[in-house]
Every structure is written in structure tokens, then in C-alpha cells.
């Protein structure tokens, strides 16, 4: 079996990718096992039933969530066995632990944001509007404002969710501490209100009323001022 791992916080380009393996697998008529949606059967079920079927198969597993630790020391154990291919897709970075518990063979892919994005994301605070344009202008001159949309989106949301007090996000704990510290430098109902417009925009964008760039452009003026 061989093992691929597609994962990291741009998921724009990891989902393509992701994408093209299950349609270059359709176009081989491979059959397709899905893990993540199956209810009753886990991994170590699903590989052995593939191998019953067909030569060779694709299983996906859609969030690396859907692997037990007992999947894990059965692969390294087992994978060798079989003939399918097995994909997993996270739409997140996957920590180098779990990584490193996988077997050795395995290909992984990760696809990262520029360092310019976080930059620019943790400049987000009321009071700093002028940095924030600064940075966010300078950020699109060099990426889809798409993906800006999409990341700032994202942390937008997982700053709400630290200033609500949920302490739930898969995310290390450098990282949720630096998500509490500019929390702070929001009202909740700050949050909750960027957030609704975030969804305004998204709509008026799909809906070819405005555009991203300068729907962002106008929103951090107006609420960083």
C-alpha cells in the first residue's frame, strides 16, 4: 500500500491537489472507499474489505481525525499487505508527532501560507488600520485576494472562538496563546459582528456585486479605525 498525505494551512492549493487524485483514480476506474463518511467501519475494516474486491482501490480519509491510534499501529504493521492507495487529506497543518507515528514509506505533501499572511493577520487589531492596509495591499500584489479571504476568514473565527472561552482548536499552545492575546484586543460582539460581515461580502461577491480586495480594503478601514 502506498500512504499520501496532503495537508497544510493553504487550502486552496492542498484541495486541489486532493482533487486531482480522486479524479486521475476515476479516470483509472478505480474504486473509491471513503473512511471518513462510512459510520460503521473504520480503517482497518475498509483496507481489508478493498483487498477482497479488487487489485487495487483508493481509500480516502477526508481529516487525519478519522485515524485511531490503533489504525495507526496496524498500518505500520500491516500496510505492506495490500495493493490499494491510501490518501489522506487534512485542511490544516498535521503536526510532525502524528506525522512521525505514520509509516516511513509515506509521501507528504504540505502546502504552506506566506509567512507575509500571518504577518498581516496578526496586525488585525482595532487602532492599526494603517498598518493593517499596508501589510494587506502589499500581501495581494503577490497573492489570490481569494486566499487572503479564506485564511482571514479562518482566524477571524478562531479568534471568537478563544474569546468565547472554548479552548477546543487542534492547534499547539504557542499558537492558541497568541490567538488569546490580540482576542483581547476585541469586544466579542466585535467579533461576532466581522464575522456576519465576512459573510455579507462572501455573498455579495458570488453574487458579482462587489469584489474581495476592495470589500476587505473597505472593512479594515471601517473597523480598525
Not at 483496507?47 to 477482497?52: D, E, N, P, T
Not at 477526508?62 to 495493493?83: A, M, Q, R, T, V
Not at 488585525?124 to 485576494?145: C, D, K, Q, T, V
Request: hydrophobic share 40%.
Amino acid at each position: 500500500m502506498k500512504i499520501f498525505i496532503i495537508h497544510g494551512e493553504d487550502t486552496t492549493k492542498s484541495y486541489e491537489r486532493f482533487r486531482t487524485f480522486i479524479k486521475t483514480a476515476k479516470n483509472q476506474g478505480l474504486g473509491l472507499f471513503d473512511v471518513s463518511e462510512n459510520q460503521k467501519f473504520g480503517l482497518i475494516e475498509i483496507v481489508s474489505a478493498a483487498s477482497l474486491f479488487e487489485k487495487e482501490r483508493l481509500i480516502v480519509v477526508y481529516g487525519s481525525s478519522n485515524i485511531k491510534p490503533e489504525d495507526l499501529k496496524w498500518l505500520i504493521k500491516s500496510y505492506k499487505k495490500f495493493s490499494s492507495n491510501l490518501i489522506i487529506y487534512e485542511p490544516a497543518k498535521i503536526s510532525s508527532v502524528l506525522l512521525n507515528k505514520f509509516p516511513k514509506e509515506r509521501v507528504i505533501e504540505e502546502y504552506k501560507i506566506p509567512k507575509i499572511i500571518f504577518t498581516f493577520l496578526e496586525s488585525f487589531y482595532p487602532g492599526n488600520a494603517r498598518a493593517s492596509l499596508r501589510l494587506f495591499h502589499e500581501l495581494i500584489n503577490y497573492e489570490p485576494a481569494e486566499l487572503v479571504f479564506a485564511v482571514f476568514s479562518k482566524h477571524l473565527r478562531d479568534l471568537y472562538w478563544v474569546k468565547a472561552g472554548f479552548n477546543s482548536l487542534p492547534y499547539p499552545s504557542w499558537r492558541k496563546a497568541k490567538l488569546l492575546s490580540q482576542s483581547k484586543k476585541f469586544k466579542i460582539s466585535q467579533l461576532s459582528d466581522l464575522i456576519k460581515n465576512l459573510a455579507k461580502i462572501d455573498i455579495s461577491v458570488k453574487t458579482s456585486q462587489t469584489n474581495i480586495a476592495d470589500s476587505l480594503d473597505l472593512l479594515i478601514l471601517n473597523e480598525l479605525k
